[in-house]
């Protein structure tokens, strides 16, 4: 892979941020309801926010293992793990844009204390969830290329952000799927 991706690339750092504000547009786009596409499925619309769920619940599995992995200096297994987490992150993505597209805003019916955990949750997910992606694509250009150092400087960041994100967007689900209709 490091024959492929070169050292000091320009255009990889281009494309990372380029990546990232298309996707970081798209989901505002979304939020903001200004467009609107009738919904041409025969299933229930939030059964995306499931499939969010399940790989959400598979990325942070994927992070732990690599983790593992990493700290028992197998490199190859880490890579293989990375690599996977982020093509989980990419359906991921899919799945979240075409859920938002077509369900619209669920409101939240918790009361009390827990209405004020949930958006402390919620609020914190989305903020890290709009600042990561950068991250993760940095990072793992930084391990690609073999820049070991840095790329364990970006990870010691990017891991516990990606992974906390991860599992928050599974319990944010968890407290707003009794709430769909």
Request: aromatic share 14%; hydrophobic share 50%; charged share 15%.
């Amino acid at each position: 892979m490091q024959g492929v991706i070169k050292k000091n690339d320009k255009k990889a750092k281009i494309l990372i941020y380029l990546v990232s504000v298309v996707i970081f547009g798209a989901v505002v786009l979304l939020d903001s309801k200004v467009l609107k596409v009738p919904y041409p499925f025969e299933f229930d619309v939030h059964n995306f926010a499931t499939a969010n769920a399940i790989i959400n619940s598979i990325v942070s599995i994927l992070l732990v293992a690599a983790l593992l992995a990493i700290k028992n200096r197998n490199i190859k297994l880490h890579k293989n793990l990375i690599l996977t987490a982020i093509i989980c992150s990419v359906l991921f993505l899919v799945s979240y844009i075409s859920h938002h597209l077509w369900a619209g805003d669920t409101k939240y019916g918790g009361e009390g204390l827990i209405r004020y955990v949930y958006y402390f949750i919620l609020i914190t997910h989305i903020v890290l969830a709009a600042v990561i992606l950068p991250f993760i694509l940095f990072t793992a250009y930084r391990g690609l290329i073999g820049e070991n150092e840095r790329h364990r400087k970006l990870a010691k960041y990017t891991w516990p952000l990606w992974f906390y994100v991860s599992i928050t967007g599974v319990v944010v689900y968890l407290m707003i799927s009794p709430y769909y209709s």
